[in-house]
Structures are given as structure tokens and as C-alpha cells.
């Protein structure tokens, strides 16, 4: 028989999984740091956390918008 997951759990499942495939690539991104390795400038680098910063903001909201309460109040 196969074994139900439950929504709770299966969120649980794949955020780890994503999280650390988030966690991981920006550890890596971090490497790019090293300026014996690699030329780079400010506005590079204003680019890169830009976009980073822009999808965070935009992931947030989407849990955020999934968490508030729908009911009306004054």
C-alpha cells in the first residue's frame, strides 16, 4: 500500500530540499568573490544581488499573500 503525505509534510519535504538548493547555489555564487580568480566591478555586483533580492521579495509575498486572512474587518 502506498503511504499518503500529508501537506504539511510533503512542504516540509521539498522546502528542505529546496531551501538547501538555494543555500547551496549562493555558496557557490560566493566563490565568485575571490578577485584573484575573477574581475568583477561594483555595478556587477549591484546586478547580481538585485535580481537575488528582487525574487526573495517576490517569493515573500507570495507566502505572505497565501497567509493573510480574507475575511473583511473595520
Do not use: G, H, P, W
Not at 5 to 16: C, D, G
Not at 30 to 44: E, M
Not at 62 to 67: A, I, R, Y
Request: aromatic share 8%; glycine share 0%; hydrophobic share 45%.
Amino acid at each position: 500500500m502506498a503511504k499518503i503525505e500529508s501537506n504539511s509534510a510533503k512542504f516540509k519535504r521539498i522546502a528542505n530540499i529546496r531551501t538547501n538548493n538555494v543555500l547551496k547555489a549562493l555558496r557557490s555564487l560566493a566563490k565568485l568573490s575571490n578577485s584573484r580568480n575573477y574581475d568583477f566591478n561594483k555595478a556587477d555586483i549591484n546586478k547580481i544581488f538585485m535580481a537575488i533580492n528582487n525574487d526573495v521579495r517576490i517569493a515573500r509575498a507570495m507566502f505572505d499573500k497565501n497567509l493573510k486572512d480574507n475575511q473583511f474587518t473595520l
